[in-house]
């Protein structure tokens, strides 16, 4: 009798007409609402997919509770490898990740290891800050013990950090049914280091109540905003001073934005860090709502308060947390740049992000372009960046690209 492959023992779950199209179109996921049957599937399990009829389509990890009832890890059928063992694979999806990055990423040792769905790992987030490494468990396929062990255990023995730390969002624990958790050590003892990227310096604490990190995929977005950097400069939602700090050595005076004061307390510290590279140049950081700020400071130019720059940075957050919220989102977004417009002084620069992915680089351009109008001033597109290479873009899964940043100069 020929001996059946291990992966028949594996649950099967059926999809839709249409969930079996979206995986045809190259995407990863099936909704709840396009299963067929999943009968006694245990929560977090590796399954067989098929479609209706029973055609095989691959392999996925299982969720009872989430909407994203499948996200696909393999898209192999019988023809090619059975996937067998989830441990095995994950490791060697691990060891991908990283060697893909190895010829993409420079300059840095605070990167995104891995980045879910982009890396084939759906569920699994993993970010380096020089030795600490941070992780995220976004499903219960990868909360499961033995998983969470191969891991770590693959994270350690390709990357060797210091300690392993985890960042836990009960909000999505709760909506995987999985049991809460405390962000903390994992693994090793350290919980602080200080990371560079392009040379700039900053502080990371995963330390509970001042956990800090960086918003590592603006990092060649830095690097850019930097060879336009000139005169006087504002980072407006400036955080912990991700792009004032890049700003400052090619600037005579930054001003960094941002309504949370811990966020600005760090922002100094780093400033302190960078001691040498800012050449005794102060930044000064001020405690404000951006809109009121900007408000203020871009009235007309009789006015106290007016205030003119030669580069602005915009980078706030997402507006725009679902579809329903794209119209509100883009007056928002249109409000904050047609204010930094009108504060730009003649061949300024504009340096303008936007992380929600419901925003389109597209609904981004004409947003820019109606708000150039209404400001009368005259745009030319230097850059239209995205997210850093560490944050992969997989091209049939339009979720994995979100961030924008145009960078553009007022002619007159
Ligand atoms: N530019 C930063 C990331 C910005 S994240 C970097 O590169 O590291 C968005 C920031 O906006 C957060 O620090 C948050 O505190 C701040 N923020 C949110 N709403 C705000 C508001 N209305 N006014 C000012 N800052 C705000």
């Known amino acids: 009798m020929p001996k059946e492959p291990a992966s028949a023992s594996l649950p099967t779950v059926k999809v839709s007409p249409r969930g079996a199209a979206r995986l045809k179109d190259g995407h990863v996921w099936v909704y709840r609402s396009d299963i067929v049957t999943a009968d006694s599937v245990l929560p977090g399990s590796l399954v067989r997919v098929t479609d209706h009829r029973g055609k095989p389509l691959g392999f996925a990890l299982y969720s009872s ?96 950090p210091a300690s392993i730390v985890e960042r836990v969002d009960p909000r999505v624990r709760e909506l995987e049914t999985l049991p809460p958790r405390a962000s903390g050590l994992l693994q090793g003892q350290k919980f602080a280091t200080t990371f560079t990227m392009n040379s700039v310096q900053f502080r990371f604490d995963a330390l509970e109540g001042q956990k800090t990190g960086a918003f590592l995929d603006q990092r060649e977005n830095y690097a850019a905003a930097a060879r336009y950097a000139k005169g006087e400069a504002l980072d407006v939602f400036c955080y912990q001073g991700g792009f004032a700090l890049h700003l400052a050595p090619h600037c005579a005076q930054v001003t960094g934005v941002d309504s949370s004061r811990p966020a600005l307390e760090v922002a100094d510290q780093n400033a302190a860090l960078n001691d040498a590279l800012l050449k005794a140049k102060e930044i000064e950081w001020i405690e404000a709502n951006a809109f009121d700020l900007l408000k203020d400071y871009s009235s007309s130019a009789h006015t106290y308060e007016a205030r003119r720059y030669d580069t602005i940075v915009l980078d706030p957050p997402a507006f725009a947390k679902s579809k329903r919220d794209l119209d509100a989102a883009l007056r928002g977004y249109k409000e904050l740049n047609l204010r930094a417009l009108k504060m730009l002084r003649p061949a300024g620069i504009l340096v303008t992000c936007s992380c929600s992915y419901h925003v389109s680089q597209s609904n981004f351009l004409e947003m820019l372009a109606s708000a150039a109008l209404d400001a009368h001033r005259t745009l030319r597109l230097l850059e239209v960046r995205g997210q850093a290479k560490d944050h992969p873009i997989l091209l049939n899964v339009p979720e994995t690209s979100y961030l924008k940043c145009v960078i553009a100069t007022v002619s007159h």
Request: net charge negative; no cysteine; hydrophobic share 50%.
């Open 65 to 160: 509770s989430s909407q994203i009832a499948i996200r696909m890890i393999s898209r192999d059928t019988p023809s090619h490898e059975p996937v067998t063992d989830l441990p095995a694979l994950l490791r060697h999806r691990i060891a991908e990740a990283i060697a893909y990055r190895a010829p993409l990423v420079i300059d840095t040792d605070a990167y995104r290891v891995i980045f879910s769905e982009a890396d084939f790992l759906p569920g699994l987030i993993v970010d380096r800050y020089a030795d600490i490494l941070s992780i995220q468990i976004l499903t219960q396929a990868m909360d499961a013990d033995h998983v969470r062990q191969s891991i770590l255990a693959e994270l350690t023995a390709l990357l060797h």
